[in-house]
């Protein structure tokens, strides 16, 4: 199993990206899927997340009303939309995938990419 992000980049703040993450080895479509991140010298934390039949998406107050998570099925594909982004959005960006959720819990999910780096610029 492999999870692959990409579409991280350096950008101005205010500016959009969309992230995307491809999965291979076996199909996740009853999976919830998730984006976390982690900055220089903090921890890893949770951004974004859906469930697997209904959509149901759940962010973190700091990326509420700006990023958006969505989901591909028939491609095996997780996204997460990024926009008006801040300096402080600037973090290595993760793509996870679990069998329990929806859920903000790192340790509930089963499998996870390398990451891509996000640089906002002020």
């Known amino acids: 199993v492999q999870l692959v992000e990409s579409g991280g980049g350096l950008v101005q703040a205010g500016d959009s990206l969309r992230l995307s993450c491809a999965a291979s080895?076996?199909?996740?479509?009853?999976?919830?899927w998730g984006w976390f991140r982690q900055a220089p010298g903090k921890e890893r934390e949770f951004v974004a997340t859906?469930?697997?039949?209904?959509?149901?998406?759940y962010y973190a107050n700091s990326v509420k009303g700006r990023f958006t998570i969505s989901r591909d099925n028939a491609k095996n594909m997780v996204y997460l939309q990024m926009n008006s982004l801040k300096p402080e959005d600037t973090a290595v960006y993760f793509c996870?995938?679990?069998?329990?959720?929806?859920?903000?819990?790192?340790?509930?999910?089963?499998?996870w990419g390398q990451g891509t780096q996000v640089t906002v610029s002020s």
């Open positions: 996870a995938v679990g069998a329990v959720g929806p859920t903000a819990e790192a340790e509930q999910y089963d499998f």
């Open positions: 080895g076996r199909t996740f479509s009853r999976y919830a």
């Open positions: 859906i469930n697997w039949n209904d959509d149901t998406t």
